[in-house]
DNA sequence: TCGCGTTTTGCACCTAGTTGCATAATCGCC
DNA sequence: GGCGATTATGCAACTAGGTGCAAAACGCGA
């Protein structure tokens, strides 16, 4: 029950159009909860229909830009979701799931995707710095920002830290090829240890 | 696609049936990738009738152990998998959407949430530190199981990571109440800045 | 004023994870 | 030898995100 939360949150801070919300969506609350226009005007279709934003009195006709504002039911969910209680989600990413398959089945082909990732990660990085620079200078003491800023810095947070394990792993990758596979080329059967469970 | 391949990475570490993979689930892959025993046992009947598994001959009725053995083609699905092109997964932790919403409608309640967030952080961060002691000591010199360690560095890291972001955070949000709202108890409501869009 | 590309909204279907519940076998105990 | 708890397998319905595509309005040049 994410998106709709994010939805109004955005909309509190502008009112907008499903498209303009795309968009705001793009450079900002999408960095942590990416969403397309789809999923976002089938959100405010649900939105209207509980009562919790409506569309400002404008032609209601399909290809006509629609804008939403939040009523007070609306903000008064979002204060609720606020204060809820939830537990944080698990990690659930894929790559480390490949990791543990290479130490299985061989890491062929995984360096690679291991440096595109740390690319990818680099690049992001870079972005939330540049955006940091930009609405969070050093010299402007934070007054009421803070969260934002909390948020942002959790981005920042993350990306330094994957950039920091691909690094390493990419080394641990280079080391054990080294060690267990003096033919470099060959696919490197694996260990088949007989093993410990993890 | 990611359960079919963590079944199969667990297979072939050793063959088992559904109950038994669920419970390893619990203590290893399902840190990354947790998993219930409903969706488990699914995948296996879909694994199976891809053929990249098959039960070992046992008699086959409702409410008895079935094991199943991965077939090298299940082998050689991992092997490419590893190897596949993915894009990294998007953050997605409801907890920034949550901070996100109280910079507009107040952060009532949150600290609650952040403190009770701390405390689960950390167990989980023992926990691992528990386990990397069992497994990877520093004293055995690591000769091929580095993939594990560093999928299990990447829960440290992770793990680490909160721990400190949510203590800034903390920090922050004490120092808001403080500039921004003198009388403690009061709902606090929000700066509504005409404002930067982040 | 006609047609064509763009903007904007939206439906329909698909995939994957979650939850609740049902059912069969087995084991121990009374 | 029957009964309840436990082990083990599995179905069905739900939720939410992802993808593909359609269609109405609008703007603009020919």
Redesign the interface.
Known sequence: M?LP??I??AL???PSSGLELTR?FD???G????ATHQQIYRELGRLEQSGLIHPLPQPPSRGQRKEYEVLPAG?AA??G??????????????????????????????D??LR??LA??ERQLADYLA?EQR?FPPEAAE?????????????I??EA??I??LN??LA??R??DQ??DPQPGS?SDP?S?G????
């Open positions: 994410s939360h994010a109004l949150t509190l801070e502008k705001r450079k900002s609350i960095f942590f909860w990416p903000r979002l204060v979701w606020v204060a809820e209680r939830q537990e944080p989600k698990a990690i659930r990413e894929p790559l480390l799931l490949r990791l543990r398959a290479a130490a299985v089945v061989g890491p062929a082909g995984l690679a995707e595109r990732h990818l990660h955006i609405d007054t009421e920002n803070r969260l934002q800023h909390a948020v942002l810095r959790a981005g947070g993350m830290f994957w920091e394990w390493q792993a641990d990758l080391d054990q060690d267990a696919p260990p240890n093993e410990p469970d993890r």
